[in-house]
């Protein structure tokens, strides 16, 4: 059997094992000359680099730190070299982590950190932080055990950032927070509710009449008012609410934290008084007043589309009740505005679908006792709720802007109708139509088409009158002058219709040449028994008639109402105890059967 363990095989394994270790060796300091000089390499690159190198041994002593260091955290390399990196360059508050983040790396090989881009804050020689991107690699082998963080300094990136930030999310003329960050900060609220357990308050708040006061003031004062407006309503509320603001005078407000919802009625009772208090702006003294709408997360809904909608309806009820005062949502008030947006669609097939009909009701001369003057009252045949009262869908149309088109229906289907019984019964007769300030306002409303109608078909101005709001006259004055003036030209005469009710003003009425009042119905249905509506009466008949103008007395009821108004000198009566408004067949018979009692009565006379 051959000896294993010879003297000659011994040499020959002693060689081998030499000559292994030499090849090792020759191959590890390869590796390391290749390693270092990478290492020198990167040293040079880093010295012309944008970014700081900063490296860092194991123990955390840092080893490298370029040009771009020095200069972005103003340590010299000479001051820094050989110093604990953490005491140096990272701000207090994320010192901790990043001993753990160390450790754990040491222990485990793992970090979070390494070989991607993240942003942190670095601190300054001078003790402020400010914003880097750092990229970390790490260098591990027995020669060489470093870590390479690359550092940029972004803080012109980051206040870019911040400034396209503010501009999205912030309003530049308030500094409220915008429509965009108010519905990020509702999102939030929300969900902080949801992990509270407490409820949340949505308001809208609108400014009432702003744009009267930004057109009457300009633009300039009016944005001053906003400004205004907006610290008011920061005053009122909580640091931890938020008031933003939508649009012009569009106001939200989140209330958080809120456990009792009738807690909120004080706050907008005091955001409402706040506003009352009047605005100073230069030398003019302004006073406003607001409407808000209220709901509530989640007793109202859980759904952030749902909420806006129930604060925004609360705050239009709130408007609608008269303005200055705030409203709380309610399922009813949900069910209210289904309503009315189903009533909208519908009103938009009623005139194609022939669901309009004017009735007529007699205006009586009282002192001649004749029947040559109607008001058109428009009535609505609805397919599935009957007949609807102008009182209810007249201010819808004004709202969604149909009341042009209607009242453009109204115009051309009265005149006709007016046209015709002229000829038939009384060359005098003249109907009377409703308008909407609206119509009045809005230039396509092609009111002025009516001039041209007119003289197209060769009808005369006479066979119709307008009614209008004292409102209008006061609201908008100067665009109406000229449209009033339109209406003489064209021998349209004008009323003011429920006089007594607005401002009521008898000054104005000479000056817009106007031909009629209306005496409202409160004051004529009162005369009997109330001694002041019947001074009234009288004073509305006296003063009239001294400018010139011609008095209609509406809702009159009562055979005595008629009496004392013509003892007054009333010119005109308009009510049930004459007639009820009528289809136009019946009011055919109406006209008849005055034609016929005037002949008798003129007969009488001539007797
Ligand atoms: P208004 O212009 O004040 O019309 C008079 C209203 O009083 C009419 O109501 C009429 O039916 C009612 N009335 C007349 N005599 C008496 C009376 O003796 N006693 C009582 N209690 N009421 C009387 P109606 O027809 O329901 O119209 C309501 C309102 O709707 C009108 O008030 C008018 O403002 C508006 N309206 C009607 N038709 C039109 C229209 O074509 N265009 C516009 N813009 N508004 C219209
Ligand atoms: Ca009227
Ligand atoms: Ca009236």
Redesign the pocket.
Known sequence: MPDTNSPADENDEKTLLEARVKALETDLRQKKEIILAQHTQLEAFSESSIDALVQMDFDGYITGWNKQAEKIFGWSADEILEQKIEQMIIPVRYRAAHLKGMKRFLETGETSVMNSLIEIHALHRNGHEFPVELSLSVIDSPDLQEFNAYIRDISERKHAETVIWNQANFDSLTSLPNRNLFLQNLEHEMHSCDRSNQSMALMYLDVDRFKDVNDSLGHDMGDLLLIEISSRLKKVVREIDTVSRLSGDEFTIILGNIDDQLAVQPICQELLDSLARPFQLDNEKVFLTASIGVTFYPQDSKKIEDLQRNADQAMYAAKSEGSNRFNFFTPELQQRALRKRKMIGDLRKAINGEQFE??Y?PIIDLQENMLNKA?????WHHPESGLV???VF?PI??ESGL?SE??NW?FYNAIEQAGQWREQYNGEFQVS????PW?WIDEAAAMSKWFSHLSQHGISGQTISV?ITEGLLMDARDKITNRLLDFRDAEIQVSI??FGTGYSSLSYLKQFDIDYL?I??SFV?NMDHDPNDLALCEAIIVMAQKLGIKVIA????TENQDRLLKDFGCDFG????YS??VPAADFESLLEQWSTKDKSSASKNTA
């Open positions: 004017i009735y009701q008001e058109a009252l428009l009535r009262s102008p009182a007249i149309a004004e009341i209607i009242g109204v139509i409703n308008t909407s119509q009614e219709d429920d209306k409202d119905q249905r509406e809702g009159v009821e308009q009510g049930y105890l009820r408004p």
